[in-house]
Nanobody, 124 residues
Framework: DVQLVESGGGLVQAGGSLRLSCAASGFTFDDYGIGWFRQAPGKEREGVSC????????YYADSVKGRFTISSDSAKRTVYLQMNNLKPEDTAIYYCASDYSKGAFICLFSPDYWGQGTQVTVSS
C-alpha cells in the first residue's frame, strides 16, 4: 500500500523556520508527483508546493514563493519542505500527498494518496 508519513511540524515564532519531511513507501517513487497541501480552520485546502521527482520540476503557491523550498531525495524516498520566515498565516495542518504521473502540478488537483498530516503553528 502507498504510505506517506509526515514529520517536522511544531510551534514556532513568526520569522522562524521549520523543515517538514515526507517519507514515502509502497510505490515507485520517481513515477509520482509528491507535494504539500495545507488546511487551516475556516479556509479551503490549498496546494502549497509540489515536486516531480523524475525531473525536479516544482510548483509553489504565490503565498510561499521566496520563503519555502521543496526538495526530493529519491535514494531516501523522502520529500522535504523547508519553510523560512514563517508567518501566522502559515498556521495549518500540512499534508503530504501524491498521485501517479501528474508531476509538480498535482498541487492543482486532488491527489489519490495522503499522509496523516502534521501541525504547524506560527505565533506572533
Amino acid at each position: 500500500d502507498v504510505q506517506l508519513v509526515e514529520s517536522g511540524g511544531g510551534l514556532v515564532q513568526a520569522g522562524g523556520s521549520l523543515r517538514l519531511s515526507c517519507a514515502a513507501s509502497g510505490f515507485t517513487f520517481d513515477d509520482y508527483g509528491i507535494g504539500w497541501f495545507r488546511q487551516a480552520p475556516g479556509k479551503e485546502r490549498e496546494g502549497v508546493s509540489c515536486i516531480a521527482s523524475r525531473d525536479n520540476s516544482t510548483y509553489y503557491a504565490d503565498s510561499v514563493k521566496g520563503r519555502f523550498t521543496i526538495s526530493s531525495d529519491s535514494a531516501k524516498r523522502t520529500v522535504y519542505l523547508q519553510m523560512n520566515n514563517l508567518k501566522p498565516e502559515d498556521t495549518a495542518i500540512y499534508y503530504c500527498a501524491s498521485d501517479y504521473s501528474k508531476g509538480a502540478f498535482i498541487c492543482l488537483f486532488s491527489p489519490d494518496y495522503w499522509g496523516q498530516g502534521t501541525q504547524v503553528t506560527v505565533s506572533s
